[in-house]
């Protein structure tokens, strides 16, 4: 079983332009590169889980989202970071389903599919679902990261840290990775 650090997507690893999905519009936020180069360094494996429900909405489709996500994933990969896999939930939020970030199915597929370690493996993201979704899956924490939609009263369980870019994000994670005997 391995460590693992679960990523939004959109406000977390690039900006958020309110339905990311165009190349043209593909940004990586300041210190990402850095932050997930020292994550890695500390033997994390990284997966990308996201909400897109540009797709369920008819915004864009599924072919797009693949594009914009291929298209993130060789750039980080060309930087030598290697994203493991990627994870989304194409659904409107009204469909209730199961994959639906803050539920923990991505997650426990992950555990499945990669092997994740849960219990030792943490959740970074910009909003109050990717808190939620690492308390609901039994990871060991989350950083809500103050880059996309995060607000620091949006943090109440004691898991959960505030980081006001994706570097000190990393730096939480690595911190408390110090501190575990």
Not at 24 to 37: I, K, N, Q, S, T
Not at 134 to 154: F, K, M, Q
Request: charged share 25%.
């Amino acid at each position: 079983m391995s460590r693992f650090v679960f990523l939004d997507r959109d406000g977390t690893l690039v900006r958020d332009r309110g339905y990311t999905h165009r190349i043209e519009d593909y940004e990586l936020l300041p210190g990402v590169v850095a932050g997930l180069r020292r994550i890695l360094d500390a033997g994390y494996r990284l997966t990308v889980i996201t909400n897109q429900s540009g797709i369920g909405r008819g915004y864009f489709s599924a072919e797009q989202y693949e594009e914009f996500q291929a298209h993130l994933v060789g750039d980080l990969a060309r930087r030598g970071i290697p994203i493991e896999a990627s994870y989304f939930c194409p659904h409107r939020p009204e469909a209730e389903c199961a994959c639906r970030k803050p539920r923990p199915s991505l997650l426990h597929r992950a555990e499945r599919e990669l092997g994740a370690d849960l219990a030792r493996s943490w959740v970074i993201g910009d909003s109050a679902v990717d808190v939620e979704l690492a308390d609901r899956g039994g990871c060991r924490g989350a950083v809500l990261v103050l880059t996309g939609r995060g607000e620091p009263s949006s943090t109440g369980a004691p898991k959960v840290h505030c980081a006001a870019s994706f570097e000190e994000a990393a730096e939480i994670v690595l911190q408390a990775d110090q501190r575990t005997p």
